[in-house]
């Protein structure tokens, strides 16, 4: 039997194997007619820290995005699951055109190419505070439809054994392979005591669905007062204070902690009007977010660590001081913590200041 002609694409398109081409290229040839889809349009969209990627493609009046996660690495149907919760909260996320489970492939709709990252940086630049405002207030509008419209009961629960995984990224991939750095048995046992005070916190809070990355970078512009919501594959039932704590203390834009604050106490305001379960005193939330942020930016330390030694991605790395400051300035501020702030200091050249025991 003729076998199919490959569909003209383009030649700057890289593929990791010609076998993973050939999927393509048979996978697009089956669907790109019922879409009218023009293959040399195909362009890079965007990729991340996985090894997913994404490109865009055009059709007669229309755009769409091919999201490629290639088996055994990547699983996309717990995207289409998590999209349709989105979609059954009334919320913005990209809509499945076409999938192939077995060879990793998505067509879905295109939410433009207008990230909430770039906004936010271009609008702090012209010194436009309105325009940030208008932003945040609405990916904080999106998050609490998000928290109380989500059903979270088919979701994986972030549970002991996950935040533990999480916790030891720092010491194995940031302590040892990024700064060479062999912990006695005195800061062994520090860093346990402080991963289980990490873990208990986290585990007291109200669960709802939680994102795992929900921010700027993860949003698009899109109608007004509508986020786009992006990158949601990984979503998990779990602590309430996790999502925005991800969008206040970002990976790759900072906020004075006064305009934190701001922001924290609308969305607390808000959560508690809508019969959402956060902790009825404002001292009492914003605490859990600091420590929910603090867990998360350890996380994060370790991710990034690992994507430049195991994955060779180290453009990452360079967002390390970002995140040593965030948590060093928590780490200081708490009974208890004063062990996790002397632990961070030889790796971050700072000396402590203002631990409270």
């Given at each position: 039997m003729t076998?199919?002609?490959?569909?003209p694409?383009?030649?700057?398109?890289?593929?990791p194997?010609?076998?993973?081409?050939?999927?393509f290229?048979?996978?697009?040839?089956?669907?790109?007619?019922?879409?009218r889809?023009?293959?040399?349009t195909l362009c890079?969209?965007?990729?991340?820290?996985?090894?997913?990627?994404?490109?865009r493609i055009?059709?007669?009046?229309?755009?769409y995005i091919?999201?490629?996660?290639p088996?055994p690495?990547?699983d996309v149907?717990?995207?289409?699951?998590?999209?349709?919760l989105?979609a059954?909260?009334?919320?913005?996320?990209?809509?499945?055109?076409?999938?192939?489970?077995?060879?990793?492939f998505?067509l879905?709709?295109?939410?433009?190419?207008r990230?909430y990252?770039?906004?936010?940086?271009?609008?702090?630049?012209?010194g436009?505070?309105?325009?940030?405002?208008?932003l945040m207030?609405?990916?904080?509008?999106a998050?609490?439809t998000?928290?109380?419209g989500v059903?979270?009961?088919?979701?994986?629960a972030y549970?002991?054994a996950l935040?533990?995984r999480e916790?030891?990224?720092?010491?194995?991939?940031?302590?040892?392979?990024?700064?060479g750095r062999?912990w006695?048995?005195?800061?062994?046992s520090?860093w346990?005591?402080v991963?289980?005070?990490?873990?208990?916190?986290?585990?007291?809070?109200?669960s709802v669905?939680?994102?795992?990355?929900y921010?700027p970078?993860?949003?698009m512009?899109?109608?007004p007062q509508?986020p786009g919501i992006l990158?949601?594959?990984?979503?998990?039932?779990?602590?309430?204070?996790?999502?925005?704590?991800?969008?206040?203390r970002?990976a790759?834009?900072?906020w004075d902690?006064?305009q934190?604050?701001?922001?924290?106490v609308?969305y607390w305001?808000?959560?508690?009007?809508?019969?959402?379960?956060v902790?009825?005193?404002?001292g009492?939330f914003w605490?859990e977010?600091e420590?929910?942020?603090l867990?998360?930016h350890l996380?994060?330390?370790?991710?990034?660590?690992r994507?430049?030694h195991?994955?060779?991605k180290?453009?990452y790395?360079?967002d390390?001081p970002?995140?040593f400051?965030?948590?060093?300035?928590?780490?200081?501020r708490?009974?208890?913590?004063?062990?996790?702030?002397?632990?961070l200091?030889?790796?971050?050249?700072?000396?402590?200041?203002d631990?409270?025991f």
């Amino acid at each position: 039997m003729t076998q199919p002609s490959a569909p003209p694409l383009p030649s700057d398109i890289a593929w990791p194997d010609g076998a993973r081409r050939l999927q393509f290229d048979a996978w697009l040839a089956d669907v790109g007619p019922r879409h009218r889809l023009h293959p040399a349009t195909l362009c890079a969209a965007s990729s991340d820290a996985s090894f997913r990627r994404y490109f865009r493609i055009t059709a007669d009046g229309a755009s769409y995005i091919v999201m490629d996660a290639p088996p055994p690495q990547e699983d996309v149907r717990p995207f289409a699951h998590i999209a349709q919760l989105i979609a059954d909260a009334g919320l913005n996320a990209p809509r499945i055109v076409e999938r192939s489970d077995a060879q990793g492939f998505l067509l879905i709709s295109d939410l433009g190419s207008r990230l909430y990252l770039g906004a936010l940086q271009d609008a702090v630049a012209a010194g436009d505070t309105d325009a940030v405002n208008r932003l945040m207030r609405d990916a904080i509008a999106a998050l609490l439809t998000w928290q109380q419209g989500v059903d979270a009961s088919s979701l994986p629960a972030y549970d002991d054994a996950l935040l533990r995984r999480e916790m030891a990224l720092f010491p194995d991939w940031c302590v040892t392979r990024e700064f060479g750095r062999t912990w006695s048995d005195e800061q062994q046992s520090q860093w346990q005591a402080v991963t289980d005070l990490f873990v208990r916190s986290a585990l007291a809070q109200a669960s709802v669905a939680v994102h795992r990355d929900y921010m700027p970078r993860n949003l698009m512009v899109c109608e007004p007062q509508r986020p786009g919501i992006l990158d949601f594959q990984d979503a998990v039932r779990g602590p309430i204070s996790y999502d925005v704590a991800s969008l206040l203390r970002d990976a790759f834009i900072s906020w004075d902690e006064e305009q934190e604050i701001d922001w924290a106490v609308r969305y607390w305001e808000q959560a508690k009007a809508r019969g959402l379960p956060v902790p009825a005193d404002f001292g009492d939330f914003w605490r859990e977010l600091e420590w929910m942020g603090l867990q998360r930016h350890l996380k994060v330390l370790g991710i990034f660590c690992r994507l430049k030694h195991r994955d060779g991605k180290p453009s990452y790395s360079a967002d390390l001081p970002r995140f040593f400051r965030y948590a060093h300035r928590v780490a200081t501020r708490y009974q208890g913590l004063g062990p996790l702030a002397r632990l961070l200091e030889p790796l971050m050249g700072e000396q402590r200041e203002d631990v409270y025991f």
